[in-house]
């Protein structure tokens, strides 16, 4: 199992100090986030992709690429890449560069994004979100695994005979999770394609995220990519941690009561109820999580939301720290020790190729010399 981080990339005024810091200490930020969490041996930086104040990872790639030159181990991530707004060619081009640089510790998270006015901006309609994401990553999954592409569909000039440069590493795309909070069609494409789905997990009752996770996984088997339970699921989640539940709760709530997106509504212990939210000590993070896989079953990647609402980076770096060398420890072992057998590990690229290599070799060795598989010289 996978854990990690991800970030938004607010640029959100810290309510105890009023001070706003700078887009250019928001990214650098980020960047100093990253690497604290490859230092504590997590697993994942995921970025998010914005285009409007008060945000600033507009570009993930060129934000992942400078983190692959720093790093050696992390898993390079994006939370998520808009599949409605991008061409599918540039992402296409992006990623497998992207993939090249890092090694293949790349993966990539699409979503439909929730902000209206970005879609007019890059000539889109949010009206179409749903079949904008549909035939955009249709177009990106052809251009990864076809080396010249002959392609036609609504929402941009056809491509003939077009290559897509650089090709993937290794011949392997990158890893797909489909993200999405509350669209089952988002869900049915994930389990269509056999891709990761990824619900974030941050804003809903546990029964919503169960019904969608459910719903990917009753497909994902319908289209013959493996039992229910081999699916391949990611979940979000919030925390703050401090030594004792009474002073997380102390020294977040200003920053939970005036967040932009869930600030001035629900009061923090009623959020903490109704969501995943976990504001308290290390070990309530550990037990709080443990209790997803209740209603989300076996899974492969955690990942854990914890530099928004104005946070400062010294608060946001400790919190790194606890994860690293207290909570998620103690949740690899619990998790493995619960893990029945048959449950898939975290896809990676050197997996995806040994397994693409084992597949080979073993149509190879049932085909015919001079045949194709089946069918006699």
Known sequence: MQFGIFSVGDVTTDPTTGRTPTEHERIEAMVAIALKAEEVGLDVFATGEHHNPPFVPSSPTTMLGWIAARTERLILSTATTLITTNDPVKI????AMLQHLAGGRVDVMMGRGNTGPVYPWFGQDIRQGIPLAIENYALLHKLWREDVVDWQGRFRTPLQGFTSTPRPLDGVPPFVWHGSIRSPEIAEQAAYYGDGFFHNNIFWPKEHTQRMVELYRERFAHYGHGTPEQAIVGLGGQVFMRRTSQDAVREFRPYFDNAPVYGHGPSLEEFTEQTPLTVGSPQQVIERTLTFREYAGDYQRQLFLVDHAGLPLKTVLEQIDMLGEEVVPVLRKEFAARRPAG????????????????????????TPAGGSSGTPA
């Open 92 to 95: 296409a081009e992006d990623f």
């Open 343 to 366: 449950v898939p590990d975290a896809p990676t690229h050197a997996a995806m190729v040994a397994r693409r290599d084992a597949e080979a070799a073993g149509t190879a060795a049932k």
